[in-house]
């Protein structure tokens, strides 16, 4: 079974960066797809990103196109978020996701979570 854990939440100024990261346990990470998807208070959980289990292949939302980067290490098992020029809209709840498939992560019903994050951008 899959673990996620997520870090590198925090309260952040409109317009500055923050890094998160997701460390995996208990599975061969290289085996998956991993992403990250978020949910703001009162929305439904929405894609960000997601990368190919080899790295290769990257998708991202269109509101995050330009801003955001998604990489991984598959000898460390840990997938990471780089959030640039960040937006008051940016703020939610940031879920790490893990599955075979990355059209399941895009579609945000991956078969593995993280248990969140919270990211907060000010105004």
């Known amino acids: 079974q899959l673990k996620l854990v997520e870090s590198g939440g925090g309260l952040v100024q409109a317009g500055g960066s923050r890094r998160l990261s997701c460390a995996a346990s208990?599975?061969?990470?290289?085996?998956?797809?991993m992403g990250w998807v978020r949910q703001a208070p009162g929305k439904e959980r929405e894609f960000i990103a997601a990368?190919?289990?080899?790295?290769?292949?990257?998708k991202y939302a269109d509101s995050v196109k330009g801003r955001f980067t998604i990489s991984r290490d598959n000898t460390e098992n840990t997938v990471s978020l780089q959030m640039n020029s960040l937006r008051p809209e940016d703020t939610a709840v940031y879920f790490c996701?893990?599955?075979?498939?990355?059209?399941?992560?895009?579609?945000?019903?991956?078969?593995?979570w993280g248990q969140g994050t919270q990211v907060t951008v000010s105004s």
């Open positions: 990368i190919s289990w080899s790295g290769g292949s990257t």
């Open positions: 208990g599975g061969t990470f290289s085996l998956y797809a």
């Open positions: 996701a893990a599955d075979t498939s990355v059209s399941t992560i895009t579609s945000a019903k991956a078969n593995y």
